[in-house]
Nanobody
């Protein structure tokens, strides 16, 4: 059973950068597709980025395209989300997720939290203007 632990959140000013980490244990993270979601107060959980098992393909929501980069370090069994040019609307709790049986081409039609069975507890990102 894979376990995920996020870290790297914090408070930054608009235009700043953060790198989130998601350390995996109990399973090799590259063996399954993984994703980052975020949830702001009063809003639904939103999928922002995903990486295909083996790292051959990535997906980004339009709201973060060109600013966020998802990547993996297989030696460290860790997923990352590099976030640049942060905006106040990026403020949220960020979660990493894995354990999906959905085919990649279906997964990225619209990232849905219901397609993932393993989650971390989240890390908070606050961006001030």
């Amino acid at each position: 059973q894979v376990q995920l632990v996020e870290s790297g959140g914090g408070s930054v000013q608009a235009g700043g950068s953060l790198r989130l980490s998601c350390a995996g244990s109990g399973a090799t993270i590259s063996s399954n597709s993984m994703a980052w979601f975020r949830q702001a107060p009063g809003k639904e959980r939103e999928g922002v980025a995903a990486i295909r098992a083996g790292g051959l393909s990535t997906y980004y929501a339009d709201s973060v395209k060109g600013r966020f980069t998802i990547s993996q370090d297989y030696d460290k069994n860790t997923l990352y989300l590099q976030m640049n040019d942060l905006k106040p609307e990026d403020s949220a709790i960020y979660y990493c997720a894995t354990r999906t049986r959905r085919a990649w081409w279906l997964l990225v039609q619209r990232l849905n939290e219901g397609d993932f069975g393993a989650w971390g507890h989240g890390t908070h990102v606050a961006v001030s203007s």
